[in-house]
């Protein structure tokens, strides 16, 4: 038994180096052993590079909100505060509240627009979700 090899099939290229393989199995990925970590490393790499990336700038913005709430500033210019540093993309939550769209950064909580920041403050009596206030008598 055999498999008729289908005209114009394509040779499968190994996602690491972009050399074809020729042989083995139709499904490999990588054309040997080294190609096949070495990927997989990068990728580690870049998912740790990645995460480290999304951290700072998280605490960039966390130092930023703080600044701005210790100062007494509740609202800014989106676009001011991009100047600033501030990433409007990285959020540790949001919720629908109302007609506004509030998010997150850590303890501190606003709205934001396409335009601009407002109702910057912290949130008190912060807990953590996984740990529910303790049964109170
Ligand atoms: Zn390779």
Redesign the pocket.
């Known amino acids: 038994m055999g498999y008729v090899k289908k005209m114009g099939r394509q040779i499968p290229k190994?996602l690491?180096?972009?050399?074809q393989i020729k042989y083995g199995r139709t499904d490999k990925r990588?054309?040997?052993d080294?190609?096949r970590n070495s990927h997989y490393n990068a990728q580690a790499k870049a998912g740790r590079s990645f995460r480290r990336r999304v951290l700072s700038q998280l605490s960039s913005n966390y130092d930023l909100l703080d600044r701005l709430v210790k100062a007494g500033i509740d609202s800014l210019d989106l676009m001011d505060a991009v100047t600033m540093g501030f990433v409007p993309g990285v959020v540790t939550s949001y919720r629908r509240a109302g007609k506004h769209d509030e998010y997150g950064c850590f303890d501190i909580k606003y709205y934001m627009t396409r335009t601009r920041l407002f109702a910057i403050s912290k949130i008190q009596n912060v807990s953590l979700p996984l740990q529910p206030d303790k049964q109170r008598q």
């Open positions: 190994c690491h180096c972009g050399e990588y054309c040997c080294e190609c």
